[in-house]
C-alpha cells in the first residue's frame, strides 16, 4: 500500500511540473523568437544588398583611363632631360610624386623615378649636383592612351613590375598616373557605389 501511494505522488507531482516546465519552455522560445526575428529581418536586408551591390555595381576596370585623368590627376610632371638630379628630387619632394616624366623637344624620352635616383645615381655613387637627368632616366617608358582600360592598366603595372605609367596621345604627354592613382580611383568608386545602393535600400 506504501509503494502504490509512494508512486502516485510520483505521478501526481509529475503531472503538475510538466504544465509548469512547458510553460517556462514556451516563454524561452517566446522571447528567443522575439529577438531572433529583429536579427533575421536585419541579416537578411544585408544579404539582399550585397546581392543588389554585386549584381548591378558596373565594372569600374573597364573605364577607360580618360575618366581616371578627368577626376584623379593634375597636369604632367615634366622635367627637361639637361635638368639636375638634385633639381629633379627637390621637383619631386616638392610635390610629393614619385617619377617625373623626361622631356626633349616636346617629346618623351623617359622617365626619372625615385629607384632610378637610389640605383643609378646614389648606389652608383655619382653626384646629384653634377648629373644630368637624361643620364640617369629610364628611357623608352611604357606607356598608356586615354582609351586603355583602367583594369589593363592596372595589369600592365602589375606584370611589368613598374608602379609609373606616363598616358600619352598622339604624340602628347596627357598625364603621369601611378599604380596608386589607379587603386585610390577604383576603391573611392566603388565605396560610393556601395553608400548609394545603402541608401536606396533605406528609401524603397
Same mark, same amino acid.
Given at each position: 500500500?506504501?509503494?502504490?501511494?509512494?508512486?502516485?505522488?510520483?505521478?501526481?507531482?509529475?503531472?503538475?511540473?510538466?504544465?509548469?516546465?512547458?510553460?517556462?519552455?514556451?516563454?524561452?522560445?517566446?522571447? %528567443?523568437?522575439?529577438?531572433?526575428?529583429?536579427?533575421? %529581418?536585419?541579416?537578411?536586408?544585408?544579404?539582399?544588398?550585397?546581392?543588389?551591390?554585386? /549584381?548591378?555595381?558596373?565594372?569600374?576596370?573597364?573605364?577607360?583611363?580618360?575618366?581616371?585623368?578627368?577626376?584623379?590627376?593634375?597636369?604632367?610632371?615634366?622635367?627637361?632631360?639637361? @635638368?639636375?638630379?638634385?633639381?629633379?628630387?627637390?621637383?619631386?619632394?616638392?610635390?610629393?610624386?614619385? @617619377?617625373?616624366?623626361?622631356?626633349?623637344?616636346?617629346?618623351?624620352?623617359?622617365?626619372?623615378?625615385?629607384?632610378?635616383?637610389?640605383?643609378?645615381?646614389?648606389?652608383?655613387? /655619382?653626384?646629384? /649636383?653634377?648629373? /644630368?637627368?637624361?643620364?640617369?632616366?629610364?628611357?623608352?617608358?611604357?606607356?598608356?592612351?586615354?582609351?586603355?582600360?583602367?583594369?589593363?592598366?592596372?595589369?600592365?603595372?602589375?606584370?611589368?613590375? %613598374?608602379? *609609373?605609367?606616363?598616358?600619352?596621345?598622339?604624340?602628347?604627354?596627357?598625364?603621369?598616373?601611378?599604380?596608386?592613382?589607379?587603386? *585610390?580611383?577604383?576603391?573611392?568608386?566603388?565605396?560610393?557605389?556601395?553608400?548609394?545602393?545603402?541608401?536606396?535600400? *533605406?528609401?524603397?
Amino acid at each position: 500500500m506504501r509503494k502504490i501511494l509512494e508512486k502516485s505522488a510520483t505521478v501526481i507531482g509529475l503531472a503538475l511540473i510538466s504544465p509548469l516546465a512547458f510553460a517556462a519552455n514556451l516563454e524561452e522560445v517566446q522571447t %528567443f523568437v522575439g529577438k531572433a526575428v529583429p536579427s533575421a %529581418f536585419v541579416l537578411m536586408m544585408l544579404i539582399i544588398i550585397a546581392l543588389v551591390y554585386f /549584381r548591378q555595381l558596373p565594372n569600374k576596370s573597364a573605364d577607360t583611363l580618360q575618366s581616371v585623368l578627368n577626376s584623379e590627376t593634375n597636369a604632367a610632371q615634366t622635367v627637361e632631360a639637361d @635638368a639636375l638630379v638634385i633639381e629633379c628630387v627637390r621637383k619631386m619632394a616638392g610635390q610629393k610624386i614619385g @617619377a617625373l616624366m623626361v622631356m626633349d623637344s616636346g617629346k618623351l624620352v623617359g622617365i626619372f623615378t625615385e629607384r632610378d635616383a637610389l640605383s643609378r645615381v646614389l648606389a652608383a655613387g /655619382r653626384d646629384p /649636383r653634377d648629373t /644630368r637627368v637624361v643620364e640617369v632616366m629610364t628611357t623608352d617608358p611604357c606607356c598608356a592612351s586615354p582609351q586603355m582600360t583602367v583594369g589593363a592598366a592596372m595589369d600592365l603595372v602589375t606584370k611589368n613590375q %613598374f608602379r *609609373h605609367l606616363p598616358v600619352v596621345e598622339n604624340g602628347k604627354v596627357q598625364a603621369l598616373l601611378s599604380s596608386r592613382d589607379l587603386s *585610390h580611383w577604383l576603391g573611392k568608386n566603388r565605396t560610393g557605389e556601395l553608400q548609394e545602393v545603402v541608401e536606396l535600400s *533605406h528609401q524603397s
